[in-house]
């Protein structure tokens, strides 16, 4: 995949998925953007659906590709410690799409 926009395509082709939210996130390689900044782009990307939005948690599934999937298994740990009444999402994808050399 080429970008965001591959993935958000397959997923709506592939799935029964009605809509794809694909948050930018600071990225930890940058020298303002410590952690726990990916973790609190996560976090308030999800309040926006689930408060802003009013989309009930049960119809959101969580996915990311390599490092986002490590960022998807940091924000429900986040919800299973406690982490504000978020709501627990139906599912989490993790993937990772390799390289070929």
Known sequence: MKDGADAAAMVLKETGASHVFMPQYRLSCNADCQFPAALQDAVTAYYYLTKVMQISSSRIILSGDSAGGNLVLSL??????????????????????GCSF
């Open 76 to 97: 429900l740990r986040y919800m299973a410690d406690g982490g504000g009444e978020l709501g627990t999402p139906r599912a989490a994808w993790l993937w990772y799409v």
